[in-house]
């Protein structure tokens, strides 16, 4: 690799065109294809998909909907892990002639708890290219699917709580299931921690809300005012997620969950002490002195960006104490101030006269164990209701805050901040500086002395999306006739030589969503390229560049979710073409000749 292709980041493919085609698209010299589709046998012996035919056992055995988090733990060259989160069911393109929750069949409700969770593939590779695909005969020891069924425990500080007690479970130390779980990170000792997030959609509140619970339910998005049932109504099958009759229910989940993808019987556990919000991921670092960071988004409007920081260190090679640190530590939670003068941030997305939306910042903590650090609320209350607790201490509410990820090249840390419609410009910041933010922005902080457990950093926004002709969009100061249109970034993830990759939930341009990457240093920082789109409806999940960098995986959520879309309507047949339904799956995407992604 010359010097001018590392100034470059090594990225030299031709952007791909924004589009309406339903279909991946990727740049010229490169191929794709399907690994894994919503049905699909995951569990040996589980029968193929039926569209027609589907039961709740079927779909306990085979891959979920709605695909949302990847990540790939290799077993050698040639064969490897796919851990995938199955963030939610959407109904009216699941099943023929639904209409909702109410009506829906009681085996239509099991389909779609069924449907959620995650799954473990193991796959293999395809005559030595990037190419991969499912392991589909053999032992396939590692295939597992979790579901939002599956026994669960709970650990840390809140783990016993009475805020987590309930009829079924009276010590409140075991659940079932986890729902919603968006994106997600890996962990040093290498399993997957998998973020629970809009939890709120999945309760109802039968006969009214529990009146000592209202204000944190309404805090979570409960809407405590409405007692008439909708939504998917997994109340008429499991009594537990009528609020009103189980009120700790919704207690129990939006926690970041630790699953082991190599021990297919190992029981996933909740870690209370990263507290408990609308969880987007989770990333971790190894600080400085060896105590394991994890970065985190609460992915709502006008919510927060948390950290972890254990309180021992990281081992090495000691899997019985490191499966510990995540258990016990001090959560943090992000205040954000600009260096320019209040009157210069409008809400116009102009950028101050420094030339810069930036700033420093400090992390403010909120628990350390069994300690609160928060006037008037237990420990315990703290992790349960952390969106309460960080309300108290000043926190800088956000544009929503999605993936978080740490660059391995230069350490610094990036948050998708992927709109606020809701931002008024009196509630502009240097932060969030653009009013009814709808296409977003990035975040990128620089920890002090670049240690991960530091308590101040500075940061500033590389990246404020939109069309580059509209003068409120900034790529960190590169030619904007020279960078795709980008808009609502979601998930981020990192190639080994530090390019910021980025995929995208909700395109407000109009086109298709895809995946984009950014060298974030040298003179092509902001030189932002479409590398793909996805097709009809969908959003851009994953993604995951495999170590080898001859890999990525993109998760295709929700194709054809468009208003009016359903099975007798569809609007995207993708993956399978024809007049089929469309399935969310896992894609591969490879350079033909083998090059690294992004030549
Ligand atoms: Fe499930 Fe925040 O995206
Ligand atoms: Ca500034
Ligand atoms: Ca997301
Ligand atoms: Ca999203």
């Given amino acids: 690799r010359g010097k001018g292709d590392r100034g470059k980041g090594g990225l030299r493919f031709a952007a791909v065109a924004p589009n309406r085609e339903d279909r991946l698209v990727v740049p010229d010299g490169y191929e794709s294809a399907v690994v894994v589709r919503w049905g699909d046998p995951v569990l040996p012996g589980a029968p193929e998909f039926d569209y027609e035919n589907q039961t709740a056992e079927a779909q306990a055995e085979q891959f979920g909907y709605n695909c949302d988090y990847v990540q790939f733990f290799p077993l050698g060259a040639n064969r490897g892990l796919l851990w995938v989160n199955h963030e939610y069911s959407d109904e009216a393109l699941m099943f023929r002639g639904y209409t909702d929750g109410n009506a829906a069949t009681e085996e239509q409700i099991r389909i779609a708890l069924a449907a959620h969770g995650g799954s473990v593939v193991e796959i293999e590779r395809v005559d030595r290219t990037g ?65 629970e997030e809009n939890f709120n959609q999945y309760f109802v509140l039968g006969s009214g809300a529990p009146e000592d619970q209202k204000a944190a339910l309404k805090r979570y998005g409960i809407d405590t005012a409405s007692t008439t049932p909708g939504g998917r109504r997994f109340d008429r099958v499991e009594e537990r997620f009528d609020l ?49 960071v994890a970065y985190m988004g609460d992915d709502s409007r006008f919510e927060y960006i948390y950290k972890f920081v254990s309180k021992k260190h990281y081992i090495p090679g000691n899997d019985w104490h490191n499966r510990t640190l995540l258990d016990e530590g001090t959560l943090y939670v992000a205040k954000l101030t600009g260096d320019s003068p209040a009157a210069e941030v409008d809400g116009s997305g102009k950028l101050p006269a420094d030339g810069a939306f930036d700033g420093s910042g400090e992390w403010i903590p909120l628990v350390s164990g069994n300690v609160s650090h928060v006037p008037g609320m237990t420990a315990a209350e703290v992790l349960v209701f952390t969106r309460l607790a960080a309300d108290k201490v000043g926190a800088t509410k956000m544009d929503r805050p999605e993936d978080v990820e740490r660059n391995p090249v230069t350490g610094a840390v990036y948050v998708a901040l992927t709109n606020n419609s809701n931002r008024a410009p009196a509630q502009a910041d240097e932060a969030n500086p653009r009013a009814y933010n709808k296409h977003g922005h990035v975040l990128e902080i620089v920890e002090h002395r670049n240690d991960a457990a530091a308590k101040t950093f500075t940061w500033s926004l590389p990246l404020v999306c939109g069309d580059p002709a509209d003068a409120s969009t900034y790529f960190a100061g590169f030619d904007k006739t020279r960078v795709s249109p980008i808009s609502c970034p979601d998930n981020l993830a990192f190639d080994r030589d ?35 789109t996805v097709p009809l409806g969908a959003e851009a999940c994953g993604p995951m560049i495999t170590d080898d960098q001859r890999s990525v995986f993109v998760a295709v959520q929700h194709p ?8 007798e309507t569809p609007k995207s047949h993708w993956p399978d073409g024809g007049t089929s339904q469309p399935r969310p799956s896992v894609a591969v995407a490879w350079h033909s000749r083998g090059q690294k992604i992004g030549s």
Wanted: charged fraction near 20%.
């Fill in 244 to 292: 009103s009759k189980h009120p700790h229910e919704a207690n129990r989940f939006g926690w970041i969950v630790e699953i082991d993808p190599f021990d297919p019987d190992s029981i996933p556990v909740k870690r209370t002490a990263l507290g408990r919000f609308a969880h987007e991921a989770a990333t971790t670092a190894v600080a400085r002195d060896g105590r394991v």
């Fill in 560 to 567: 054809g979710e468009i208003d009016g879309a359903s099975p």
């Fill in 498 to 532: 530090g390019n910021l990759w980025i995929s995208t939930d909700g395109n407000a341009l109009g086109s298709n969503d895809g995946l984009f990457v950014m060298p974030v240093t040298g003179s092509e920082r902001g030189h932002l390229r479409q590398f793909l």
């Fill in 131 to 195: 190419r991969w695909k499912l392991v589909t005969r053999g032992r396939r020891r590692y295939n597992r699917r979790i579901t939002a069924q599956t026994p669960m425990r709970f650990t840390g500080p809140a783990a016993g709580s009475d805020l987590l007690k309930t009829a079924a479970d009276p010590r409140g130390v075991t659940v079932l299931g986890m729902l919603n779980n968006c994106a997600g990170g890996t962990t040093p000792w290498g399993t997957v921690l998998t973020a």
